[in-house]
């Protein structure tokens, strides 16, 4: 009986050590439900001020959808918000990012058009680079079934913008030609696909040279940034070209304007000339500013030209477009159906990569998106890099420059 005692004792000790583990684990496991891994920007500047970190998940809101985050779009204007030479950017710490792809987990009340498991695709203002992003319905869109999410966080930024640019700004039509600068990029391979769907229509596209390998059969002319373009384009088009689409800014400007024929339209989308090291420099701006050519409107008028400006993000955000985007999204996903354009996806990274990430899109190396791969499993260099904390649990500071000497890890085509 003592040793029957004995032994009840011990497997009764066994299960409420049993019991209390599980309890412990259900609460540790709840408590890691409400939190979710994202990149924190910490204070504008470098790269060494970004950090990916576990922080609460959003709570969602009237009119909102709350969605698993599958996959994010890097852009060249996440760069700029990092340095902080965008107007008016939010107070950091912040989540960057302005669009994801996903599966959604849940909707509002009083909702409809969304279901649980839908695969989706939004944009976000700022927010995006996290496990769970909530964003309002308005801003959220189905994924065609053969669309990966890679290809989706690729989509939604890119051909909206590059489409109204081309169709609602500058009116796109049968014979006309068109300048694009970073043509190797995102938005220019963008552009460069829809306007192959026009019959007719002439694709002069600046890029590196070392890009010109991959990128030359989706452009008419292509030629190196780093040389006399407007005079190569004009030995082939004396009149010049019909809608220029300048990302650059600076010098660019008055050069774009120049190559306008009559009725031609020229269309600043970004300032990318602005950023030239890590951080952000005032003579650099101050440069760009200096050689942005001071636009008269009577030379306009007499010269019949016209200058535009876009920016999606603030047509969604700030002026409260939303169903002229999402006509144009709709039209936009029946030429991918019909196989007529696809994303040019360059490359997938782990969420802690992101420095290497961005690194890549400052050296202007990418021929088309950079993905945010929220799955991915980090290698160790780049886990180490962006996730380390000090004892205090508060983030460690690394010189600038720091990131150069470590060792580029390859990426996944």
Known sequence: MAKEGAQMTEETEFMIDKNVGK???????????????AVILAGFGGLNKLRVTKKAMPELQEGEVKIRVKACGLNFLDLMVRQGTIDNPPKPPLVPGFECSGIVESVAENKTGFEIGDRVMAFVNYNAWAEVVCTPVDFVYKMPDEMS??????????????YMMLFEVANLREGMS???HSAGGGVGQAVAQLCSTVPNVTVFGIASSSK???????????????????????????EGVDIVLDSLC????????????PLGTYILYGASNMVTGETKSFFSFAKSWWQVEKVNPIKLYEENKVIAGFSLLNLLFKHGKCSLVKSVMDKLLCLYNQ?????????????????????????????????????????????????????AGEEEEEPEGDNDSKERMPFIH
């Open 149 to 162: 999410f890679a290809e989706a966080a690729a989509f939604s930024l890119n051909f909206v913008a590059a």
């Open 339 to 391: 196989k007529k354009i696809r994303p040019v996806v360059d490359s997938l990274w782990a969420l802690e990569e992101v420095k290497e990430a961005m690194q890549r899109i400052h050296d202007r190396v990418n021929i088309g998106k950079l993905i945010l791969d929220v799955e991915k499993t980090p290698t160790p260099l780049m886990a180490n890099d962006s996730t380390e904390t000090s004892e």
């Open 250 to 261: 600076g010098e660019n400007t008055g050069k774009g304007l120049s190559l306008l024929r």
């Open 23 to 37: 309890e412990t684990e259900n609460v540790q496991s709840s408590s890691d439900a409400k939190e979710m891994r």
């Open 178 to 180: 068109v300048l694009v």
């Open 212 to 238: 010109h390998a991959a990128i030359r059969d989706s452009v008419t002319h292509l030629f190196d940034r780093n040389v006399d373009y407007m005079q190569e384009i004009k030995k082939i088009s004396p």
